[in-house]
């Protein structure tokens, strides 16, 4: 996985505003008076703007969600869009933070998921 954008993103400095899941929840892609937002690790970022995360995308499944298992797994099963990773091998460990640094790189951060252990 490359980590470098292909062209540069200026990124606005990461928020800690503290986002609840049921607004979470709300910013899925669906509607357009919210943004899309994916959160990994506890941390949401603001995907607005890319198709891939729209209700008719291929990762249509993490928006709206701390879809941190399935990202790790590199699953797209809804089932596995949770956060809990933590009882996961090294090896899916490693494919999370490099997703984590991937969206980093990409993505605005908007802040942290309201009562968040999975970071």
């Not at 292909?6 to 505003?17: A, G, N, R, T």
């Not at 869009?81 to 790189?105: I, M």
Request: aromatic share 12%.
């Amino acid at each position: 996985m490359s980590f470098e954008p292909k062209h540069k993103v200026e990124l606005d400095p990461p928020k800690d505003d503290i986002i609840s899941v049921e607004y979470l929840s709300k910013c899925d892609g669906t509607n357009p008076d919210y943004p899309t937002y994916v959160a990994i690790k506890g941390t949401v970022f603001d995907v607005t703007g890319n198709k891939a995360y729209g209700p008719e995308g291929s990762y249509k499944v993490f928006a709206g969600k701390d879809a941190s298992r399935a990202l790790a797994q590199s699953s797209l099963k809804p089932e596995e869009c949770r956060p809990e990773w933590e009882d996961l091998s090294d090896e899916h460990k490693k494919v999370l933070n490099d997703w984590y640094t991937y969206f980093s790189k990409r993505y605005n951060i908007k802040g942290k998921v309201e009562g968040a252990t999975n970071m």
